[in-house]
């Protein structure tokens, strides 16, 4: 279990599958109070059980967002991990699901964090948002989700220089593949793929340890990172190798 120096109230949103879900179930083993986000009944009811409260709420819907946040007593950690994924497959270039996939990854991300910043001010908290390590390198197919992933690495570094000033700090936390209802539906080779509780593990490690940056697996992310600086040809042809059908 990860130390934590006190209970703390712990929101997450995407709570019912996955990371998230994993994460809801790991932060209530270790004590905290959490308020688990997501619109599965289901595993919402799960939650329940195990100690969550839990919120049934989309997260689209920016006015329902607030107003459900702002009932919220406390808020110590925002992990904003709610998120979709679908590939193009070129050279047909489908606008409508590019601009599905950026709707409701900025989108969710974008709400949550309106409605939860006057709770993270008021505590001294910090913010957590989810980004992936595709947003180091292109990859084929990935046109939607890499660029929305992309945004998303943009936004929490900005936040994490524009928050200071508040107090409120900001991770973001750059997982590769790990095993999801999501990554199930992909059909090409996932490298050093983590299962959620690994995933759940190196993210409460990373926040409990004040990272700015939570990488992992780090076999994975590193090279990544590294062939992002080399010359286009070289990460290109890595790109067609890994994503080829």
Known sequence: MTNAPEKQHIL???????????????????????HAVGRDDEALAELKALGAETIDLDLMDREKVIAAFDKISQIDVAICGAGMCEYLDMPNFDSSVFMKVMSVNM?????????????????????VGIGSASAYVPFARAEAYGSSKAAIHYLMKTLQISLAPQDVSVSLVVPGFVETPMTKENDFPMPFIQTPKQ??????DGIASGHDVIEFPKKLTLPLKVLGTLPDLVWQRVSEKMNKK
């Open 12 to 34: 997450i949103t995407g709570a019912t599958s996955g990371i998230g879900k994993q994460l809801v179930k790991d932060y209530l083993l270790d004590g905290h109070h959490v």
């Open 107 to 127: 989108g969710t991300l974008s709400h949550a964090i309106e409605g939860v910043l006057p709770k993270l001010i008021a505590s001294k908290g910090r913010l």
């Open 199 to 204: 995933a759940s593990q190196a993210i409460r």
